[in-house]
């Protein structure tokens, strides 16, 4: 069973914070896997700061929990909205696990923006309640 988290991180403007990872395809919400001795929490904002220099400042918000099936055998992804939070300069991760990042309008996405980051943006953005499979 593993365990992880996603930051759902919105600027100003409203656009989502997503990352491209170097060794897998697609456009991610910046998160990863839950570290012995951490909270779920804690994991959300070393990931976001890790991944896109970005530094949780007020409480991160359970947007929902979820089951992924499709690549590992049971692995369990939470997802946490990002209401507060700072540039704290380049990020630690960036063009070694980060090829790159950005913040995307909605109707905007990339292509390549993963069917599970699409789903759990639209139940967020239209008040949807979450489904329970990634």
């Known amino acids: 069973v593993t365990l992880g988290v996603r ?12 990352i491209r990872h170097t060794y897998a395809p697609g456009w991610f919400m910046p998160g990863g896997g ?16 890790e991944e896109a220099g970005i530094r949780a400042t007020g409480d991160l918000t359970l947007v929902g929990a979820y089951a992924n099936f499709l690549q590992l055998k049971s692995d369990h992804v939470l997802v946490y909205a990002v209401s507060t939070w700072e540039d704290a ?20 996405l ?25």
Do not use: S
């Open 7 to 18: 930051a759902l991180v919105l600027n100003d403007d409203g656009h989502v914070l997503l």
């Open 34 to 49: 839950v570290g012995r001795d951490e909270t779920l929490e804690a994991a959300a904002a070393r990931e976001l700061y």
């Open 89 to 108: 300069g380049p990020a630690p991760h960036l063009g070694v696990e980060i090829a790159e990042m950005g913040f995307f309008a909605l109707d905007a």
């Open 110 to 134: 990339p292509e390549g923006t993963t069917p599970g980051t699409r789903l759990r943006l639209e139940e967020f953005f239209k008040q949807r309640r979450p489904t329970t499979y990634w």
